[in-house]
């Protein structure tokens, strides 16, 4: 049951970019949950959260091993070049920013997902490189 809903949030996020109220009672209904218990299933996962996203979403990694390696550098070299905070959209749509958990990359820490793209050992030069390619195009 709680597999069904995710996979209907999931698959209306991927449809309208988004999840409104509506869509979340409209699941709930439909599974006899009520609308704080479908909001709490959404928000468990980045995939089926009702947070806004950009094109690309970004999914830098929280976790000990890389913040000792200096998450919190790369982080506000992301939030200085994208002009966002974490859970913000760049006015464009292009770009969101999501603290995570763990990404199993940790041998490469500091390192982050765009999309499902795996960027590590990352540092403040290399992160704005890859927003750079992403804004020229080949990101694609
Ligand atoms: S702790 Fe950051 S990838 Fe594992």
Redesign the pocket.
């Known amino acids: 049951m709680q597999t069904d809903i995710l996979s209907e949030l999931k698959t209306i996020r991927e449809k309208k970019g988004g999840l409104g109220s509506d869509d979340l009672r409209e699941i709930g209904e439909k599974h006899g949950k009520n609308l704080a218990g479908v909001y709490s299933v959404s928000t468990f996962y980045t995939e089926t959260s009702p947070a806004k996203r950009g094109k690309y979403r970004i999914n830098i ?7 000792m390696k200096g ?1 919190e550098e790369i982080l506000s070299n992301l939030m200085d070049e994208l002009k966002i905070g974490p859970e913000g959209v760049t006015e464009d749509g292009l770009f969101s920013l999501h603290m995570v ?6 041998d ?4 982050m997902l765009v999309n499902d793209e795996l960027f ?1 050992d990352l540092t403040g030069g290399k992160v704005r490189q890859i927003i750079k390619d992403i804004r020229n195009g080949k990101g694609e």
């Open positions: 990694c929280r976790s000990l091993p890389c913040r998450m958990n763990c990404i199993g990359a940790c490469s820490a500091p390192a590590g």
